[in-house]
């Protein structure tokens, strides 16, 4: 009955109605409502045909699934990417939303100030730590690496603008230091991760 109830879970997942799915196999419908129901097996070069379909392994069909197995396949995971990715952007547009309305609010009420284009210069950072947080909770590795450069010259440029003193121009001389660390940890990850 499990791979009966497996079985059904990723044909629906695909949207595929049990006459498709039995003529992309060369079976009968009716074949693939016994294996449905529990009433017959597909034999194993069917289900190794099937988990290559539904882009599970065969094994996946052999046991019970604290989530449903359905959640494991390519249309999931594609959805599930477009959603963390929609998210993650909506949350660097808040960030970008908010820098606006103090621009409005500020030329609003101070219409001279001239240094005013700094809150987008102070966007710029707090995207990439909005991204950041995003990433390393779904992302890749070399993305956070690439969002921490970001950082880190963001931070830099801000500073270096934001106090305009002599020299401020040292502040990079920190960014590259930092810069090389960030190279350095992000292939320390990489040769860990290659060597497990």
């Known amino acids: ?87 993650a952007l909506l949350s660097a547009g808040l960030v970008w939303l908010v820098a606006t309305v103090v621009v409005v609010f500020t030329l609003l009420f101070k219409p001279n100030f001239t240094e005013i284009f700094l809150a987008y210069l102070v966007a710029v950072p707090v995207t990439a730590i909005v991204l950041l947080v995003f990433n390393a909770l779904w992302g890749k590795m070399y993305v956070s690496a690439i969002l921490i450069s970001v950082i880190v010259w963001s931070v830099c440029c801000t500073i270096d603008v934001l106090i305009g003193v002599p020299n401020s121009g040292l502040l990079y001389l920190i960014g590259g230091v930092l810069q090389l660390l960030v190279v350095l940890w992000y292939l320390l990850q990489y040769i860990r991760k290659k060597m497990h």
């Open 1 to 87: 009955m499990i791979i009966a109830k497996n079985l059904a879970n990723l044909r629906k997942q695909a949207k595929m109605t049990q006459q498709e799915l039995a003529e992309k196999l060369n079976y009968t419908d009716k074949a693939v409502s016994k294996w449905e129901r529990g009433e017959a097996l597909p034999d194993i070069l069917v289900l190794k045909q099937l988990a290559d379909m539904y882009g599970v392994k065969v094994d996946d069909f052999l046991h019970e699934h604290e989530q449903p197995v359905v959640q494991q396949t390519p249309v999931y995971r594609k959805r599930r990417i477009a959603n963390r990715l929609l998210i």
